[in-house]
């Protein structure tokens, strides 16, 4: 599956973003999705995912409560609501796919998309 992801830009702290993940290729609902971020300077952490039939979702305790993940299988696109965002949210947003498995780590994911630019401006 070919994934991309849209949506980044500046923003001021406090503000709203929401990112996309556009799905093509293989059946999207067959697949886990995840938001990774990478800072600079930083790893590529793990942001949030969401399973394939949208029934459950997890989160970084850094986002817990501000950030929503979400899928929508008929239209092949997964996203991503940031709100009261930080500077310390500044980073590459990646969207990503697995096929199985249950674990959120970035070897687990299969498929990569290439990311957005998120800036929170203070």
Known sequence: VQLQA???GLVQAGGSLRLSCAASGRTFSSYAVAWFR?????EREFVAGI???GSSTYYSDSVKGR???????AKNTGNLQMN????????VYYC???SGGST????????WGKGTQVTVSS
Not at 38 to 42: E, F, N, R, S, T
Not at 84 to 91: G, Q, V
Not at 104 to 111: G, I, L, Q
């Open 6 to 8: 849209s949506g980044g």
């Open 38 to 42: 990478q800072a600079p300077g930083k």
């Open 51 to 53: 399973n394939w039939r």
């Open 67 to 73: 950030f929503t993940v979400s899928r929508d299988n």
């Open 84 to 91: 009261s965002l930080k500077p310390e949210d500044t980073a």
């Open 96 to 98: 990503a796919a697995r």
């Open 104 to 111: 959120w780590s970035r070897d687990a994911m299969n498929f």
